[in-house]
């Protein structure tokens, strides 16, 4: 265990700031085009899936009795992203749009690049935020989703996604053989569905209709528009479309982390419309150190569905006999994901020996396969 005076040492939150050198690459592939271009993607991909193997693995887990005090330099990390990143992001509309030096194609895979650095960074840091009691970091996170038109991210993952992961209600929990390409195109349309429904059954509970304005859709559609009218105003409709590739991107990103962290668990149904609890069996775990310093412990995921309200230099790893564990990092898993016979080799044995390992009274797992078990009350 990680000593609390440890832990709260500058030098032990500083590898977490990794992340921010994004900011620095992105603006080198803006201002050198041609090959520099690819910059930030090899950086997030590449580099930090060779750290992992250099690496190894971090099961190390810090003092749960560590205060909010001595988590100062973490808190810090993700606050003041917020801000860099929106002026990197709309610095770089307006710069781009008007680049010279910059062709059509240099163009599209800066913002690539960018997509990778709001996606990458800032929806997961927009993750951390949102889970917090400070109003403060909630509208941070607000703020990191708006960047990236995804703001009912926030409903759909605290309502929907953590009370019912693992079950048909859930659209975020990936099940055993979708492939990502099939995946993707129902997430997107059932989450903006299910967090929208969500939120509405929130109101009538409060008997307010669905258009009292403290309903919190109405913030994220202002703050998207406030968003898309910046880009128009710095690069107009060029500015536009370069601010969609880079919120496409980071989309596509989210959903892919989606898919590998729950591909395949579900839990265990009990009858009676109920199902058993959350534990850490139920979501993939990775100790990958390199790329969890990138991903802010993200990939102890595991433990963020037992204990939600932990911060992430609190998260605790889980060994193998109480968590699956995935064989590589995120970056690794997410592009082993894009090519889904190679992802059904890697992972659908794995899913078997955990099936084997936790239910061996469940013969038949045809009705979890295809998401058709009775839907949670």
């Known amino acids: 265990m990680i000593p609390a005076a440890q832990v709260a040492k500058p030098g032990a939150a500083l590898p977490f700031y990794m992340s921010y050198l994004l900011i620095l690459l992105v603006w080198i592939a803006a201002t050198q085009g041609g090959l520099w271009v690819l910059l930030p993607i090899v950086m997030t991909w590449y580099l930090f899936s ?171 559609w202002g703050l998207q528009l406030a968003m898309l009218a910046l880009a128009y105003g710095l690069g107009g409709l060029g500015g536009v479309a370069l601010f969609l590739v880079q919120a496409g991107v980071a989309i596509w990103q989210l959903e892919l982390v989606n898919y590998i962290e729950h591909y395949g668990l579900t839990r265990k149904y009990l009858g009676e419309g109920k199902y058993e609890h959350v534990l850490p069996r139920h979501s993939w775990n990775a100790a990958h150190k390199a790329s969890n310093w990138l991903l802010i412990n993200l990939q102890r995921h595991s433990d963020h569905h037992y204990k939600p309200d932990r911060r992430f230099p609190l998260l605790q790893n889980h060994a193998e006999t109480d968590a699956p564990q995935l064989p590589y990092g995120y970056p690794i898993m997410t592009m082993a994901a894009m090519v889904p016979p190679l992802w059904k080799r890697v992972m659908n044995p794995r899913v078997r020996a955990w099936r084997a390992q936790y239910y061996p009274e469940i013969t038949d797992w045809s009705a979890y396969n295809r998401g058709a078990t009775p839907r949670p009350r």
């Open 50 to 220: 060779a750290l992992d193997a250099v690496l190894g693995l971090n099961t190390e887990n810090a003092d749960l009795e560590t205060t909010e005090a001595d988590l100062r330099w973490y808190k810090l990390l993700t606050a003041a992203w917020v801000p860099l990143q929106f002026i990197s992001l709309f610095a770089l509309i307006w710069y781009v749009s008007r680049a010279a030096h910059l062709n059509g194609l240099e163009k599209f895979m800066v913002f690539f690049g960018v997509g990778v650095m709001t996606g990458t960074v800032g929806i997961t840091y927009s993750h951390e935020l949102m889970h917090q009691k400070n109003r403060v970091e909630r509208f941070l996170g607000d703020l990191l989703l708006a960047m990236v038109l995804y703001s009912h991210f926030r409903s759909e993952h605290l309502l929907v996604h953590h009370r019912y992961v693992g079950t048909p209600r859930d659209p975020v929990t990936a099940r055993y053989n979708e492939g990502f390409h099939r995946f993707y195109p129902r997430v997107l349309r059932q989450s903006l569905r299910s967090s929208f429904a969500a939120e509405k059954a929130m109101m009538a509970r409060k008997r307010l209709p669905w258009h009292a304005l403290s309903n919190p859709f109405w913030r994220y």
